[in-house]
């Protein structure tokens, strides 16, 4: 294998979605170099260019509102299990990163008195979402962050870098080894700081909203760094993701906004409305949060009630087709592109593993229990407890970027940098010892990553998924670490020279084996249901589970552990929120 090329830089920040390039932006405003990486190309991979729908945030533009009541909003949500203190500065901090963005230009929709336009979503009391324009926040957040890294002195970029494994020094984050995408060299990185920003671990299932690249490689670094995870039993499902009929192009949970911003009826293979027979008052309005409205469908499928392509029927058909317009405008056209028509038939809908509310467990800070190593956006495990509330997603991207990078910046002043090559010694023997193995392009082999890749997603969709039982997750946990320790070794990539993907797809494995066994260990564990963790064998919340998991990794096994919800000091709790 050939030598490493070799990097040094003050913050290197591994993904380079919202969350990483803010991180960036305020890591050079606070005098620091930074390294911006990604496996895809910078903004153009992970969630945030995906998302297509309205951000959080407590302006108070459409009505009287105050952070502490975005807060409540979200505690509620999270069913007991925020980290308080972590909610708190997100919920606080978000007007903040709104200004910020508008005077960015990020074109944030305003009325007619020139007031920032926001509207009610599910969980919310008040109207309290921003966005671009209905299915293109997600973008125009995008490019305006890409714009400021790119005008940023201090920062540099790298796209096609695959990073992995963070190197680790008597305890500290010193920086990180990676593999260059195009013609699969080794490259090493001596950093004073590391920041995981490539979050999300969505892809681990069979039916999902994710990029390809969301296997959840910044917690299997964390912990394999030493940093610990928490919440990991609670991957989220969107309730009402596309099923039917066929839609090219356009995102499978756009359906949103359309229900929350015009009302939809959701409605059971028999048309008829179904969520007040689950202790919701929907009422034609998107008002039920997330867990309970996946929940919901789910029992109509298994009660034999669901749409002919195995989920829910959404219509619009009582909404006039010139409101439609008026509120959505073109993409009522592109609706008709794929041949649907909300006027004369309604869609069918489903949940889809959307978000992950675990993650490293940080601090407000965004730092690890390893000194030199932060966290940011959905890689941070804690702040949304056991069910994220809508919108949190990019307000947590915005809020824990930044503060990632601007702490960083802080807390490197005294730092000198220390790298020794033999500190990454095990990480490029490894690699090269994967190589090694690698057979003839020609060769024929049964096990591929691939097959593994798709055995895993059916695996975690099937028995890890929305609705769990102790025989199924023992199921899925025993297969998961036997293809962990016995499959994954096993494994003999193609020889193929350059770009070769099978060499990624082997190490995305690793990550996506690792991750997915501790989601199936801590889904035992926890022995209740609450917000996404719902147990068919144990289905009512237990006051005793009102606790936090967290997972640390000994050898190469993870071990769980329990720990108390972190509740937010009084002060960051006033009693009545200012008006």
């Not at 509620?76 to 500065?89: K, M, Y």
């Not at 903040?96 to 009610?120: F, L």
């Not at 966005?131 to 293109?136: A, C, P």
């Not at 499928?301 to 619009?316: H, K, N, Q, T, V």
Request: glycine share 10%; net charge negative; hydrophobic share 40%.
């Amino acid at each position: 294998m050939s030598a490493p090329t070799h990097l040094e830089t003050d913050i290197l920040i591994v993904g380079a979605g919202g969350a990483g390039m803010y991180a960036a932006v305020a890591a050079a405003r606070g005098g620091a170099r930074a390294l911006l990486v990604d496996k895809s190309l910078i903004s153009r991979g992970g969630s945030t260019i995906m998302a297509q729908m309205t951000v959080a945030v407590a302006m108070g533009e459409e009505e009287p509102d105050h952070w502490t009541h975005h807060l409540a909003d979200t505690l509620t949500a999270g069913r007991g299990l925020c980290n308080e203190e972590l909610s708190a500065v997100l919920c606080r901090d978000a007007p903040d990163r709104i200004r910020e963005m508008d005077q960015w230009k990020v074109g944030w929709a305003r009325g007619e008195n020139g007031r920032m336009r926001q509207v009610m979503a599910p969980g919310h009391q008040l109207q309290r979402c921003v966005y671009v324009d209905f299915l293109n926040t997600g973008p125009a957040v995008a490019k305006t962050l890409r714009t400021q890294v790119a005008q940023g002195d201090n920062i540099s970029r790298v796209s096609g870098l695959t990073i992995l494994d963070v190197v680790v020094r008597d305890g500290r984050a010193v920086g990180a080894v990676g593999m260059n995408m195009e013609d699969g060299s080794p490259v090493t990185i001596a950093a004073r700081a590391v920041i995981l920003a490539g979050g999300g671990l969505t892809r681990l299932y069979a039916r999902n909203s994710a990029s390809v690249n969301m296997n959840g490689d910044s917690y299997a670094m964390a912990l394999r760094a030493g940093a610990d995870l928490i919440d990991m039993e609670f991957p989220q499902f969107f309730p009402i993701g596309h099923l039917a009929p066929r839609l090219v192009g356009m995102d499978p949970i756009m359906w949103d906004p359309f229900r929350y911003k015009l009302g939809g009826r959701l409605l059971n293979g028999n048309f008829d409305e179904f969520i007040e027979h689950y202790g919701e008052n929907d009422s034609g309005k998107y008002t039920s949060m997330r867990d309970e409205t996946s929940y919901a469908i789910w029992k109509e499928l298994e009660a034999g009630r669901g749409s002919p392509a195995g989920g829910a029927y959404l219509s619009f058909e009582h909404i006039p087709e010139a409101q439609l317009r008026a509120a959505f405008g073109p993409v009522i056209d592109k609706l008709a592109e794929n041949g649907i028509d909300l006027t004369k038939g309604p869609v069918e809908v489903a949940p889809i593993a959307h978000y992950h509310m675990g993650g490293v467990r940080v601090d407000t800070r965004m730092a690890t229990r390893v000194p030199g190593l932060y966290a940011a956006g959905e890689a941070v495990g804690g702040a949304n407890g056991a069910n994220r509330l809508s919108g949190n997603a990019i307000t947590e991207a915005f809020v824990f970027g930044e503060r990632a990078g601007r702490f960083a910046a802080e807390d490197i002043d005294q730092e000198t940098l220390v790298w020794e090559e033999s500190d990454a010694a095990p990480i490029l023997e490894a690699l090269a010892a994967l190589k090694s193995r690698a057979r003839p392009v020609d060769q024929h082999r049964d096990a591929t990553a691939g097959k593994l890749w798709r055995e895993l997603q059916e695996l975690m969709w099937n028995d890890v998924g929305l609705l769990r039982t102790d025989e199924k997750l023992a199921r899925a946990l025993g297969r998961i670490r036997d293809m962990r320790r016995n499959d994954l070794p096993a494994l003999r990539p193609s020889s193929d020279a350059g770009y070769n993907m099978e060499i990624l797809d082997w190490y995305d494995l690793r990550s996506g084996l690792l991750v997915a066994e501790t989601i199936a260990a801590a889904a035992i564990n926890r022995r209740e249901s609450r917000g996404a963790h719902q147990r068919e064998d144990l289905p009512n919340q237990d006051p005793a589970f009102e606790k936090n998991q967290t997972v640390a990794l000994e050898g190469d096994a993870p071990v769980l552990g329990w720990m108390d919800v972190v509740r937010a000091p009084r002060e960051l709790l006033p009693v009545e929120a200012a008006q």
